[in-house]
């Protein structure tokens, strides 16, 4: 009888708490998406606001020596040594910042039509390119460098222009 009683009262709690409809779970829903646009500014009910869904472009190895085109295929990231650089023939219509992934200020060179960041930093940048926003993570996971490309709603970050001409 020991052993028994507990596992009764477990199932009995299971099936109250998944077969018995519960209406403050709708209730805290509704309540969430209220707030969400008092937050906001705004007066329009949930369902008719349009909501943003990040776009994974790339998330991959990051290429040692070797190019990864981008998004349109006119930019490209890679590892250098110890940099990591973005590059391609459209750089001239970056804006773009950066930080270290802890958000510390990072040394950006833009020279020789690249952009240049210390790989071992784990860089964040983000950049409007044809009226959308971008952010490239690089992370390092034993030893192996990684970046993540994807479609932002909005930088966090005030962006500059590229110095290339």
Same mark, same amino acid.
């Given at each position: 009888m020991g052993i028994v009683a507990p596992i009764i009262v477990?199932?009995?709690i299971w099936v109250v708490s998944h077969?018995?409809?519960n209406d403050s779970t709708e209730d805290a829903a509704i309540t969430k998406e209220s707030s969400a646009n008092l937050e906001s500014g705004t007066n329009v009910p949930p369902s008719e606001q349009e909501s943003f869904v990040e776009t994974v472009h790339y998330e991959g190895r990051l290429p040692y020596l070797r190019e990864?085109? =981008?998004l349109d295929s006119t930019l490209y990231i890679t590892q250098a040594y110890n940099d990591f650089e973005l590059g391609g023939v459209n750089l001239h219509f970056l804006e773009y910042n950066a930080r270290t992934e802890i958000g510390d200020t990072i040394e950006?060179?833009?020279r020789n039509g690249l952009i240049e960041l210390d790989v071992?930093?784990?860089p964040y940048i983000e950049f409007?390119?044809?009226d959308r926003f971008y952010s =490239?993570?690089?992370v390092r996971i034993d030893g192996v460098f990684s970046a993540i490309v994807k479609e932002i709603?909005?930088?966090t970050m005030d962006l500059i222009h590229s110095q290339k001409n």
């Open positions: 477990a199932a009995f077969l018995i409809p990864q085109p =981008i950006i060179r833009d071992w930093e784990n409007s390119y044809r =490239i993570e690089v709603e909005r930088p």
